[in-house]
């Protein structure tokens, strides 16, 4: 059991038949009033984040949100094949389990599988890939205002903005959880 007092930043707790896990909190002491503790929390399953406030002796039952890593194998049609890399077996995810940032895998990489109770819900791929540019336009001589960008499509198909000295076939560091260019690799 864990108590609102005892939120922290990703503490996953059960409410409603639900599982959330804490992503901002803060404890509240009005002058006039009891305490409370203000939260923005997301269902795990659902994705949906919401805004709650709790009484610092709330109590709820602990949620354990399993991760384990696994290697991507390759897809067919709406199901994508992951592997297990102590055991060797393969387990099929729906399409609809993954994030968007899932375009930035390709295949071979290692990504975490996080389950409840058995239950697959979402997939994390690393923080950081590095990609191969396939397509994009050469940047022009003489532009050179600040943070200008131009599309590049890179080897996973995924469409990014990149800055106008990258040129194609080059390999570049993305961050997988904004979706931004970070560097050359």
Same mark, same amino acid.
């Given at each position: 059991?864990?108590?609102?007092?005892?939120?922290?930043?990703?503490?996953?707790?059960?409410?409603?038949? @639900?599982?959330?896990?804490?992503?901002?909190?803060?404890?509240?002491?009005?002058?006039?009033?009891?305490?409370?503790?203000?939260?923005?929390?997301? @269902?795990?399953?659902?994705?949906?984040?919401?805004?709650?406030?709790?009484?610092?002796?709330?109590k709820?039952?602990?949620?354990?949100?399993?991760?384990?890593?696994?290697?991507?194998?390759?897809s067919?049609?709406?199901?994508?094949?992951?592997?297990?890399?102590?055991?060797?077996e393969?387990?099929?995810?729906?399409?609809?389990?993954?994030?968007?940032?899932?375009?930035?895998?390709?295949?071979?990489?290692?990504?975490?599988?996080?389950?409840?109770?058995?239950?697959?819900?979402?997939?994390?791929?690393p @923080?950081?890939?590095?990609?191969?540019?396939?397509?994009?336009e050469?940047?022009f001589?003489?532009?050179?205002a600040?943070?200008?960008?131009?599309p590049?499509?890179?080897?996973?198909?995924?469409?990014?903005?990149?800055?106008?000295?990258?040129d194609?076939?080059?390999?570049?560091?993305?961050?997988?959880?904004?979706?931004?260019?970070?560097?050359?690799?």
């Amino acid at each position: 059991m864990v108590t609102a007092g005892d939120f922290r930043n990703g503490v996953t707790f059960e409410m409603d038949g @639900n599982v959330y896990q804490i992503i901002e909190f803060q404890h509240v002491k009005p002058g006039k009033g009891a305490a409370f503790v203000r939260c923005k929390i997301r @269902n795990v399953i659902a994705g949906s984040v919401v805004e709650r406030t709790f009484s610092p002796t709330d109590k709820f039952p602990t949620a354990f949100v399993e991760r384990k890593p696994m290697q991507y194998l390759y897809s067919d049609g709406s199901l994508y094949y992951f592997m297990d890399n102590e055991t060797y077996e393969q387990i099929p995810i729906n399409e609809s389990e993954l994030d968007d940032n899932f375009k930035f895998v390709k295949e071979n990489m290692e990504c975490t599988v996080l389950s409840y109770k058995g239950n697959v819900f979402g997939v994390q791929p690393p @923080n950081f890939v590095e990609l191969q540019v396939t397509e994009t336009e050469p940047g022009f001589k003489g532009d050179t205002a600040t943070n200008v960008t131009k599309p590049a499509t890179l080897e996973t198909g995924a469409e990014i903005r990149v800055p106008l000295f990258i040129d194609e076939g080059e390999m570049i560091r993305i961050d997988t959880r904004t979706g931004e260019y970070m560097e050359r690799a």
